[in-house]
């Protein structure tokens, strides 16, 4: 299974506000029935044909809400040790977000 995972600062006092727009521009999804004001998930869009193995799972959650830090998980199926996995490459781009300090 490939785990990324990382605490980050965000520019807003509300996970789905600061995370929604980034990850539906990723092809993700947050999912109203199990997010919450203190954690958020997301998944690929069930829409999109996307292999078993590759589709990607978003979970993010407050590790200090007053300082606005976060811990981010992205997970797959995909081997951990093969480098350029969907999962390795929404991992980065989800970094690079300019909402993601």
């Known amino acids: 299974m490939a785990l990324f995972s990382w605490i980050t600062s965000l520019n807003s006092d509300a996970l789905t506000e600061a995370l929604e727009l980034p990850l539906r521009q990723l092809g993700l999804v947050v999912d109203p029935l199990v997010s919450s004001d203190s954690q958020l ?25 007053r300082s606005r830090e976060c811990q981010l998980e992205v997970r797959s199926s995909e081997p951990q040790l093969r480098h350029g996995t969907r999962c390795q490459q929404i991992a980065e781009q989800l970094q690079a977000q300019a909402c993601l300090q």
Do not use: E, G, M, Y
Request: aromatic share 4%.
């Open 41 to 65: 998930l997301a998944k690929d869009d069930p829409t999109r044909s996307i292999p078993l193995a590759q589709r990607v799972t978003v979970v993010a959650s407050w590790n200090c809400q």
